[in-house]
């Protein structure tokens, strides 16, 4: 079953803008990561929010967490053209061991 | 560098005709999982295992079934493909803690892009 919805489905954005993408998800969740998936890739690791946290950092990249509305949003600034990519919301659900991965966001950033 | 390699990068198979996708890891995760991911859509998660332990997904036909021979290599056996079985299909894997895999990030192999002729 797919938990995470993106918003938006596609970005497009010029090198240098920030970017920010959003997932929305359904049940209770034990913490939320982010992935990147470049065409004809696998999926790489990001980052990794827990549900008692509300915001976390890595390089260029800000996600916060808001478990009250069951979202959370992924910020990446002074964008460039190699963040081109999808990314993806993939929750860590109670009770379940795998990953359910949102629907995605394609970003396109334009040189 | 420790790594999930997929091969072969792609497959074509024949309508029917068995297909074997395999996923090695040097990474000694404990968990291993297999993913299909359609065009522009989210992988969605066909089994796991968790060491030896075999966990199907409720919704993952019966004409998909996996082996995991010891803790290094995973197979994906398609007995009899069909043309919606065309796909990309994602090996993960991750190292399980005292919590469960919870808080452990994957670590994908390339995938293999699978398809139906």
């Known amino acids: 079953s797919q938990q995470g919805e993106e918003d938006p489905q596609a970005l497009s954005i010029q090198e240098g803008e920030n970017a920010t993408m959003n997932c929305s998800y359904k049940?209770?969740?034990?913490?939320l990561q982010w992935y990147r998936q470049n065409s004809g890739r696998g999926l790489v690791h990001l980052i990794l929010?827990?549900?008692?946290?509300r915001e976390k950092h890595s390089g260029r990249l800000r996600v916060t967490l808001d478990t009250s509305k069951k979202s959370s949003s992924l910020l990446i600034t002074a964008s460039r053209a190699a963040d081109t990519a999808s990314y993806f919301c993939a929750t860590d659900e109670t009770g379940r061991r795998a990953l359910t991965f949102g629907s995605g966001t394609r970003l396109q950033v334009q040189p | 560098d420790a790594m999930v390699i997929q091969n072969p990068r792609y497959q074509v198979t024949q309508f029917g005709k068995p297909v074997t996708l395999s996923c090695s890891q040097t990474?000694?995760?404990?968990?291993m999982y297999w993913y299909q991911q359609k065009s522009s859509q989210a992988p969605k998660l066909l089994f796991h295992y968790y060491d030896k332990d075999f966990n199907n997904e409720a919704d993952t036909p019966d004409n998909f079934q996996s082996r995991r021979p010891n803790t290094s290599f995973c197979f994906l056996d398609i007995r009899s493909p069909g043309l919606g079985d065309a796909a990309m299909y994602l090996c993960?894997?991750?190292?399980?803690?005292?919590?469960?895999?919870?808080?452990?990030?994957?670590?994908f192999g390339d995938g293999t892009r699978l398809s139906i002729l």
């Open positions: 929010i827990r549900s008692n946290e």
């Open positions: 049940t209770s969740i034990n913490n």
């Open positions: 990474l000694n995760h404990n968990v």
């Open positions: 993960a894997t991750s190292r399980d803690t005292l919590q469960g895999a919870r808080g452990q990030p994957q670590h």
